[in-house]
């Protein structure tokens, strides 16, 4: 039996393996993905988009695993550095806009094609045809009379608006589709396109939606603006809020596929991502149609963890084909994870919505000297591996210009190598328990024994025996 001292020294040394295996020269070879990188002609510092599919294979959040290697498979100095952002005006709120009064019809037959409404203007109430647009239908009356609609008078606002938050009464745990009209009379009305579905489901942290956004800045002075719910009980919008400007630029970083989900009964889908890179938007797709789906994201890091909840957001692909509405991206917190959930709420079920899911990460650039001998590869992934990025700032005093000015090397081939197979082991283990919890328990289950074989000579020796 092993006790004291050589068994200490064989738990360094297998503890030491991988610091061993790190501090070993390394080649392109030894990452799981590698890319081939075009240079442009003449230049002495470069600087590469890290794509999607690298940051997929990175084993380390602040990216300790990536190497840059010249032609020779020699490394080259290089740095890490975050594009700047485009700078966009601050968005700001308008004063709320309520909706103009409606007075129940005393009678009158609407023109064909159109639907008859009284409304409160200036205190005055006019009875106006609301012709739609052609080839639009009318919205049907509802029970008080008037249409299921709210008009308001946004005739003196200059500044385009790039959205709008609403105020007013929603069905629980339902999405309303809203369809948006400009008039300049209160009689011919123009249809405008508008994102999104307003939801309000019920619980502590469940998805809520009040903003919708338009695709373009609309115009809105000298106009009227009108919202519709055609065929959706129990919408009563009483006001909005203008939004102007174009508020937060949307991220632009790179995107990566996931797998097909590990399907975890009914309610839940699982994700094994096998990277460390945080990820900073999920989009989930259902491939089935007339789908609406609330759900809860959740991650962990290990097996033997607690799930972590995320974020919450809402599933849905409604309307008819070729023109239907998908839901918009889930903004996560930007937290490493190696394992992903994916649960429905409220009821609903995710295992026959044909789910697929991206992710976007935030941009990664990386500054490389192209001063050695071509091609130049981009390597990334791989476990235990020692940091290697200098300082931006040293590469930047060199640089003849700013870093953002700096020519841009092209990807022209990748090269992924499968991830290496966990051992064979670890089948084994018990459901909930990781390797590094398995591997932490047989260490203290060996000193556990070496302590008692370590005891039971010490009093073998005192009686004699």
């Given amino acids: 039996m092993v006790t ?25 070879a030894d990452f799981l993905w590698r890319a081939t990188l075009e240079v442009p002609s003449r230049a002495s510092l470069v600087r590469v988009q890290v794509p999607g599919e690298a940051l997929m294979r990175l084993q380390t959040t602040a990216g300790h695993d990536l190497r840059v290697f010249d032609g020779q498979g020699q490394r080259v100095p290089f740095a890490f550095s975050a594009p700047t952002p485009p700078t966009v005006p601050e968005r700001q709120a308008t004063p709320l806009v309520a909706a103009l009064a409606q007075v129940p019809l005393s009678g009158g037959r609407p023109p064909r094609g159109a639907v008859l409404a009284r409304l409160t203007l200036d205190g005055v109430t006019h009875s106006v045809g609301l012709r739609p647009a052609e080839g639009a239908d009318a919205a049907a009356p509802t029970r008080s009379g008037g249409p299921p609609m709210a008009v308001f008078d946004t005739r003196e606002f200059g500044a385009p608006w790039a959205g709008f938050i609403v105020e007013g009464r929603m069905p ?31 619980g502590e942290d469940a998805p809520v939606n009040d903003t919708l956004e338009f695709p373009r800045p609309l115009d809105l002075q000298g106009r009227y603006l009108r919202l519709d719910w055609p065929d959706q009980p129990g919408v009563r919008i009483e006001a909005v809020t203008g939004l102007i400007g174009a508020g937060t630029a949307p991220l632009r970083g790179p995107v990566g596929t996931l797998p097909d989900p590990l399907v975890r009964g009914p309610v839940a889908a699982e994700w094994h991502l096998g990277f460390a890179t945080p990820i900073a938007e999920l989009l989930l797709q ?61 009821g609903s079920r995710l295992d026959k919505l044909g789910l697929r899911a991206r992710v976007r990460f ?9 001063a050695g ?13 020692p940091p290697a990025a200098m300082p931006i ?27 290496p197979p966990p051992p ?30 370590l005891t039971w000579s010490l009093r073998r020796r005192a009686t004699g025996g």
């Fill in 4 to 28: 004291g001292r050589p068994l200490r020294r064989m738990l360094l040394g297998l503890l030491g393996l991988p610091l061993l295996a790190a501090a070993n020269d390394l080649a392109p």
């Fill in 286 to 346: 259902a491939e089935r149609p007339d789908t609406l789906a609330p759900v809860r994201v959740l991650g962990r890091n290990r097996a033997s963890e607690p799930w972590r909840p995320l974020a919450h957001g809402l599933v849905y692909r409604q309307g008819p084909a070729g023109r239907e509405a998908l839901n918009g991206p889930i903004t996560l917190p930007r937290v490493s994870m190696r394992l992903l959930r994916v649960e429905a709420t409220h």
């Fill in 393 to 419: 700032s040293m590469l930047a005093a060199t640089a003849p210009t700013g870093i953002d000015a700096l020519p841009q090397a092209g990807i022209t081939q990748t090269n992924t190598a499968p991830p």
């Fill in 172 to 202: 629980a745990n339902a999405a309303v589709a809203l369809r948006a009209w400009v008039s300049d009379d209160l009689v011919a009305w123009q249809p405008v396109p508008v994102a999104g579905r307003l939801y309000r489901f019920d």
């Fill in 362 to 370: 935030d941009p990664l650039e990386v500054v490389f000297v192209a």
């Fill in 424 to 453: 064979l082991w670890q089948r084994w283990l018990p459901t909930g328990v990781d390797s590094r919890a398995a591997g932490l328990w047989l260490v203290l289950g060996t000193a556990a024994l070496s302590i008692i074989a």
């Fill in 373 to 385: 001998m071509p091609p130049y590869q981009l390597a990334v992934g791989r476990a235990y591996t």
